[in-house]
């Protein structure tokens, strides 16, 4: 059986170490990472990492045989797989190779690096980066296998994930085994959703008080100022004056203080005696309505000016709790963030 036959790569997700997952899928690619902590130590385990001939399963090759596979860890070093020769009776070919992977980076007993698509995605226009990094544990050796895939491909992307995750697990299983895995207990679950309830309330109870601007804040009084703008009549916001001067109650009638003027002079030919004190009290109410009329616009704007300033600030202020954070992507030196220390990584 070899690793390009998608039925033996389905079968083989029953074996995996302390941590195996996909923890990335898309159109675009999948990410399988796995973890497993040996008792060795990291020199122990690069030594057998670079040997790939003792570990990995000879049911992933092209030849059928792992020991057909070498690994030169330096930059530009090749994972390679010798095809061998056949000579036999009826059938004779000539010696091939294949290249399963890259060395990009090789960090003695720290982390090493390869570019290249594993088995089936070998025939796929993608690229798939394979990182092993090793840290120390208070047990042994951490070892953290992570193989990052992306580009364009024919298999449905969440069948052929979990058939690399799968097989990931079982090569690293592979590797691990020899060198005594150390069972580990599970980590405790994260229990941060208490934490985030009460940062939601206040911000949920906010929304209504921002939506409804106009009735709790100053703004009241502008609604009541309007209504005498809009009305365009006077009479009123003029019942302040007329506390002063009864009689200037019929001027609001006549709108315009032209109208008020004819009268005053066709009132002395009709009575003498009233006409002496009519045109004093009319001319002094005529003034004193024409001055309220130009005042109570003058002023009415004012209110109306200022409306509109309150109303506009909930509106800007009422879009800024709308928005909520999106959850940063795990990046890969997330995921490696034990190894902080060492340079490159």
Same mark, same amino acid.
């Given at each position: 059986?070899?690793?390009p036959v998608m039925a033996a790569a389905l079968a083989v997700l029953a074996s995996a170490p302390a941590a195996a997952e996909v923890t990335r899928s898309s159109e675009l690619g999948f990410v399988s990472r796995n973890e497993v902590v040996v008792k060795?130590?990291? +020199?122990?385990?690069?030594?057998?990492?670079?040997?790939?001939?003792?570990w990995w399963d000879k049911a992933h090759t092209w030849s059928g045989d792992a020991m057909n596979l070498t690994l030169t860890p330096q930059a530009g070093g090749c994972f390679c797989e010798t095809i061998p020769e056949v000579d036999e009776p009826g059938r004779f070919t000539l010696q091939g190779s294949v290249e399963h992977m890259r060395v990009v980076q090789a960090y003695p007993e720290a982390a090493l690096r390869m570019v290249g698509a594993l088995g089936p995605l070998q025939s796929e226009p993608v690229t798939g980066v394979l990182t092993i990094v090793l840290s120390k544990?208070? +047990?042994g050796t951490r070892i953290v296998w992570e193989y990052n895939v992306g580009g364009s491909m024919r298999y449905e992307v969440p069948v052929i994930s979990k058939a690399v995750d799968g097989v990931m697990a079982t090569q690293l299983a592979a590797l691990a085994k020899p060198l005594g895995v150390v069972v580990l207990p599970p980590p405790p679950a994260p229990a941060p959703a208490p934490a985030a309830a009460p940062a939601d309330a206040p911000a949920a109870a906010a929304l209504p008080a921002a939506g409804k601007p106009a009735t709790p804040t100053g703004t009241a009084p502008a609604p009541s100022a309007a209504k005498p703008a809009t009305g365009s009549v006077a009479p009123k916001p003029a019942a302040a004056p007329a506390a002063v001067a009864p009689k200037p109650a019929p001027a609001p009638a006549a709108a315009a203080p032209k109208a008020a003027a004819a009268p005053s002079a066709s009132a002395p030919k009709p009575a003498g005696l009233p006409a002496a004190s009519a045109p004093k009290p009319a001319a002094a109410p005529s003034v004193s309505a024409a001055k309220p009329a130009g005042t109570a616009p003058a002023s009415a704007p004012k209110p109306a000016a200022t409306a509109p300033k309150p109303a506009a600030a909930?509106?800007?202020?009422s879009p800024k709790p709308a928005p909520k954070p999106t959850p940063k992507p795990t990046s890969v030196e997330d995921a490696f963030s034990d190894l902080d220390d060492k340079p490159g990584l």
């Amino acid at each position: 059986m070899k690793f390009p036959v998608m039925a033996a790569a389905l079968a083989v997700l029953a074996s995996a170490p302390a941590a195996a997952e996909v923890t990335r899928s898309s159109e675009l690619g999948f990410v399988s990472r796995n973890e497993v902590v040996v008792k060795a130590t990291p +020199k122990e385990v690069w030594l057998a990492l670079i040997s790939p001939a003792s570990w990995w399963d000879k049911a992933h090759t092209w030849s059928g045989d792992a020991m057909n596979l070498t690994l030169t860890p330096q930059a530009g070093g090749c994972f390679c797989e010798t095809i061998p020769e056949v000579d036999e009776p009826g059938r004779f070919t000539l010696q091939g190779s294949v290249e399963h992977m890259r060395v990009v980076q090789a960090y003695p007993e720290a982390a090493l690096r390869m570019v290249g698509a594993l088995g089936p995605l070998q025939s796929e226009p993608v690229t798939g980066v394979l990182t092993i990094v090793l840290s120390k544990h208070e +047990k042994g050796t951490r070892i953290v296998w992570e193989y990052n895939v992306g580009g364009s491909m024919r298999y449905e992307v969440p069948v052929i994930s979990k058939a690399v995750d799968g097989v990931m697990a079982t090569q690293l299983a592979a590797l691990a085994k020899p060198l005594g895995v150390v069972v580990l207990p599970p980590p405790p679950a994260p229990a941060p959703a208490p934490a985030a309830a009460p940062a939601d309330a206040p911000a949920a109870a906010a929304l209504p008080a921002a939506g409804k601007p106009a009735t709790p804040t100053g703004t009241a009084p502008a609604p009541s100022a309007a209504k005498p703008a809009t009305g365009s009549v006077a009479p009123k916001p003029a019942a302040a004056p007329a506390a002063v001067a009864p009689k200037p109650a019929p001027a609001p009638a006549a709108a315009a203080p032209k109208a008020a003027a004819a009268p005053s002079a066709s009132a002395p030919k009709p009575a003498g005696l009233p006409a002496a004190s009519a045109p004093k009290p009319a001319a002094a109410p005529s003034v004193s309505a024409a001055k309220p009329a130009g005042t109570a616009p003058a002023s009415a704007p004012k209110p109306a000016a200022t409306a509109p300033k309150p109303a506009a600030a909930p509106a800007t202020g009422s879009p800024k709790p709308a928005p909520k954070p999106t959850p940063k992507p795990t990046s890969v030196e997330d995921a490696f963030s034990d190894l902080d220390d060492k340079p490159g990584l």
